[in-house]
Structure formats: structure tokens, C-alpha cells
């Protein structure tokens, strides 16, 4: 059972990995329309931690395109690709975490009781604290489902606004 976990985590890392090294190619996913926005949020929220252009895709796309279908499009590409972090923080926990100190006890009871909001506003706020996010509710075996819905509606909203500030600067 540990060399499944063993192994997820080990994928996850080499996938945030391959995300990073070609981060820098992301400007030419810009010529793929809304696939490129979608995929240049993907790649953007699989960096762990590391800043990437998936916000500046959303407002450009806003230009070009119906800011909604961007909002949805940039939201469900966003929200994949942190469910890298999550599944991350979920094959780490069994590999990392043998004893369950008092604080992390305390810690998954506290995100138990407020993850929902936890989850939706950092996904809401533009934030490199996000990614912790992800990593604790995999850690804290939080339901994936939830931890997605509420991401994807954090996402959509901050897209939506994002998108429609690009709308407001178009020709």
C-alpha cells in the first residue's frame, strides 16, 4: 500500500517538475485560443509555488473572447491543475505523517470545520498561498470532490471579474 502512495507522490512531483521547465512556453499556447487559455492555467496552477501567467491569460482572453466562456474555460484549467498539489498533499500524508501530533489533529479538525470557505476564498484571492492550500486538504484527506467544486467556484468568480476587466480595455 505505501509503494502506491509512494508512487503517486513521486508522479505528482515529476509532473509539477515537467510544469516548470516548460513554464516558459506557455506564451505559445496563446495562438491555440481558448484551448491555450485552458492549458496555460493548467500548467500555471500545477507549479507549486511558483508564479506563473495563468491570471494575465485570464484578462487577454477577456479581450478576444466572451469574457464567461473564459471564466469557465481558465476556472477548469486552473482547477486541474491544482489538483496536482492536492493529490501531492494526499500521497505525501501517508509517506510523511506516521504519528498524528496534537497539531495536526488540531489543525485537520479546524479545516474540517472551515474548509469550504478556507478553500473557496484563498482560491478566490490571487494568492501564491493557494498551493499550501491544496497540499493541507490532500494532507487532511479532505473530500477531493469538494475541494474541487469549491476551487472551480472561487476560480470561475475571480475569472469572471478578470475577464471582464480585459472586456473593459478591448478595442
Avoid at 93 to 110: A, G, Q, S, T, V
Avoid at 111 to 131: R, T
Wanted: proline share 5%; hydrophobic share 60%; no cysteine.
Amino acid at each position: 500500500m505505501q509503494i502506491r502512495y509512494f508512487l503517486i507522490f513521486t508522479a505528482s512531483t515529476l509532473f509539477i517538475f515537467l510544469a516548470l521547465v516548460f513554464q516558459e512556453n506557455l506564451s505559445q499556447f496563446k495562438s491555440l485560443g481558448l484551448v491555450g487559455i485552458f492549458l496555460i492555467n493548467f500548467l500555471a496552477s500545477a507549479t507549486i509555488f511558483l508564479p506563473a501567467p495563468g491570471i494575465a491569460s485570464v484578462v487577454a482572453g477577456g479581450v478576444l473572447y466572451p469574457p464567461v466562456l473564459v471564466a469557465i474555460v481558465s476556472a477548469l484549467g486552473a482547477s486541474a491543475g491544482d489538483m496536482v498539489g492536492f493529490v501531492l498533499g494526499h500521497a505525501g500524508r501517508k509517506i510523511f505523517i506516521k504519528n498524528h501530533h496534537r497539531w495536526y489533529m488540531m489543525l485537520k479538525d479546524k479545516f474540517k470545520m472551515f474548509g469550504d470557505v478556507i478553500v473557496f476564498l484563498f482560491a478566490f484571492v490571487p494568492n501564491p498561498l493557494f498551493d499550501a492550500i491544496g497540499i493541507l486538504a490532500g494532507v487532511f484527506a479532505y473530500s477531493p470532490v469538494r475541494f474541487f467544486m469549491f476551487m472551480l467556484a472561487g476560480r470561475f468568480i475571480r475569472n469572471v471579474l478578470l475577464a471582464y476587466l480585459g472586456n473593459a480595455f478591448a478595442p
